[in-house]
T-cell receptor, first 114, second 115 residues
């Protein structure tokens, strides 16, 4: 049973560029959430997708956008990158009918903005 | 709004000694509580969870946690640590009433197990 998979694992961008990160949820899961984890901090909720729509959103600017596909996989897009966007981006999947907060995380995509 | 405070940013501990990681939360509604572990260069793995019922929760790798509603705490303990327990530990809460599975995390506690 494949867990949550994310790609790429590492990437380097320069300020002002755009980046797309990808996530495949755990088999059987229908909800994908994205978190940003800055160095030395806890993960911060960016947004959550269910049924191809953004269901909840954290306190992140519109430069952060996402998409969910019919096969439940998801993308996170960040435009006009800033140095402060350097972080580990974690994707987590869950099953909407099990509304208990338990998430299954991928290993993350580490973004460095120079 | 919810918040989670992990009172210790770093906890050094000798191998085979006990360890306790403290977590306090703030919420105006009932919550579910979680501890996740993050090994170096990896994602987060669930250690244990409190959803309801017994306030003492046992998890993987010999960890346990106790939910104390009056003190709004959910401290994590292990009676005897191993070198392999060196990792960062995150306490998290989820609102019973919130739509979807959204977690609010604490800032983390880095555990360094010394031989």
């Amino acid at each position: 049973d494949a867990g949550v998979t994310q790609s790429p694992t590492h990437l380097i961008k320069t300020r002002g560029q755009q980046v797309t990160l990808r996530c495949s949820p755990k088999s059987g899961h229908d909800t994908v959430s994205w978190y940003q984890q800055a160095l030395g901090q806890g993960p911060q909720f960016i947004f959550q997708y269910y049924e191809e729509e953004e269901r909840q959103r954290g306190n992140f600017p519109d430069r952060f956008s996402g998409h969910q596909f019919p096969n439940y996989s998801s993308e996170l897009n960040v435009n006009a990158l800033l140095l402060g966007d350097s972080a580990l981006y974690l994707c987590a999947s869950s099953l909407v009918r099990l509304n208990t907060g338990e998430l299954f995380f991928g290993e993350g995509s580490r973004l460095t903005v120079l | 709004a919810q918040s989670v405070t992990q009172l210790d940013s770093q906890v050094p501990v000798f191998e085979e000694a006990p360890v306790e990681l403290r977590c306090n939360y703030s919420s105006s509604v009932s919550v579910y509580l979680f501890w996740y572990v993050q090994y170096p260069n990896q994602g987060l793995q669930l250690l244990l969870k409190y959803l309801s019922g017994s306030t003492l929760v046992k998890g993987i790798n010999g960890f346990e946690a106790e939910f104390n509603k009056s003190q709004t705490s959910f401290h994590l303990r292990k009676p005897s640590v191993h070198i392999s327990d060196t990792a960062e530990y995150f306490c998290a809460v989820s609102d019973h009433n919130a739509a979807g599975n959204k977690l609010t995390f604490g800032g983390g506690t880095r555990v360094l197990v010394k031989p």
